[in-house]
Nanobody, 115 residues
């Protein structure tokens, strides 16, 4: 059973930074991709950033230049460094991991950015 546990969310003022962590049970090298998604009330869940096992990275246009995704295989953890946060970044952030056959989700961590 794969478990993904997010941490690092909280309440911050606009312009500040947060770093989210996603700790996996077991090796993350088995996943083809790991990613961060977010969902705010009344909106669909959207991809924020993804990183492949080969190191390819993609970002949503809305976070490009502000957010950075990284992975530490030794710690079985994926990070999302979020800088220059905006009120519109307020959402529940979810960690996602995919193999060829399965998709796994964490329970989510709330990020609230005040203006």
């Amino acid at each position: 059973q794969v478990q993904l546990v997010e941490s690092g969310g909280g309440l911050v003022q606009a312009g500040r930074s947060l770093r989210l962590s996603c700790a996996a049970s077991g090796s993350i090298s088995r996943f083809n991709t790991m990613a961060w998604y977010r969902q705010s009330p009344g909106k669909q869940r959207e991809l924020v950033a993804g990183i492949s096992s080969g190191g390819s990275i993609n970002y949503a246009d809305s976070v490009t230049g502000r957010f950075t995704i990284s992975r530490d295989n030794a710690k079985n953890t994926v990070y999302l460094q979020m800088n220059s946060l905006k009120p519109e970044d307020t959402a529940v952030y979810y960690c996602n991991a995919r193999t060829l056959l399965y998709v796994y989700w964490g329970q989510g961590t709330q990020v609230t950015v005040s203006s």
